[in-house]
């Protein structure tokens, strides 16, 4: 079965800092790949998404993200935050002609310190 | 442009009432249509799906069920509320066709059962 990993629950950066989030897969074959975006008591939003090619995609708000098949990869990354980037960050994978079922991670909740 | 409307924002429910949540989708014809939960504080589990009207799919058992009454709407409903069902529900949808496992989610509907 597939799944998603993101190894940090939360992560706290200087407003300014660079960034990275962590996210592993597990999948037998190459899946859909995304990350979401949540804000407080709302529903996710769409940041960017990995379906094949050029394994750096970019996405809003200056985020990238980048896909790594041997190492079952897909970290998220920001050259410098801003203090409204403070939110829950998911991972989240779909596998190819499935439901679109949406195997997500547990979230890494970011705080940005101004 | 595409909207996704759910309702209502937040509940406040006994255990052992009934619930019912509901989702409209406006400006896109035949949407696959999902329902998630997201425990608080945690992931999101996506409970069911649909690709037609008439048609649901159930993915996980949590004594829930949903129904699709129209192209553009669906409800999420129990007669019996659980400790357990408190959390934060999200709709979604997807264009029909091929899953690229893209989902567009709503804002959320917080149920609190006491």
């Known amino acids: 079965a597939q799944s998603v990993t993101q190894p940090d629950a939360r992560v706290t950066v200087s407003e300014g800092a660079s960034l990275q989030l962590r996210c592993k897969y597990s999948?037998?074959?190459?899946?859909?790949l995304f990350w979401y975006v949540q804000y407080p008591r709302q529903g996710l939003q769409l940041l960017l998404k990995?379906?094949?090619?050029?394994?750096v995609v970019q996405g809003v708000n200056s985020f990238e993200a980048e896909f790594s098949k041997s190492n079952s990869s897909f970290h998220l990354q920001k050259a410098s935050v801003h203090w409204s980037d403070s939110a829950v960050y998911f991972c989240?994978?779909?596998?190819?002609?499935?439901?679109?079922?949406?195997?997500f991670g547990k979230g890494t909740k970011l705080s940005v310190k101004s | 442009a595409q909207t996704i409307h759910q309702w209502p924002v937040a509940e406040i429910k006994a255990v052992g009432s009934p619930l019912s949540l509901g989702c409209t989708i406006k400006?896109?014809?035949?949407?696959?249509l999902y329902w998630y939960w997201q425990a608080t504080g945690g992931t999101l589990q996506q409970l069911f799906y649909?690709?037609?009207?008439?048609?649901v799919e159930s993915v996980v058992q949590l004594n829930l069920s949903a129904s699709r009454p129209k192209d553009d709407q669906f409800i999420l409903s129990t007669e019996k509320l659980l400790l357990s069902h408190s959390g934060f529900y999200l709709c979604?949808?997807?264009?029909?066709?091929?899953?690229?496992?893209?989902?567009?989610f709503g804002e959320g509907s917080k149920l609190t059962v006491l």
């Open positions: 979604a949808w997807s264009p029909p066709g091929a899953n690229t496992g893209q989902l567009y």
């Open positions: 999948y037998s074959a190459t899946p859909y």
């Open positions: 990995y379906y094949s090619g050029d394994p």
């Open positions: 989240a994978l779909s596998m190819r002609g499935s439901n679109a079922k949406l195997t």
């Open positions: 400006g896109k014809s035949s949407p696959n």
């Open positions: 649909s690709i037609t009207v008439g048609q």
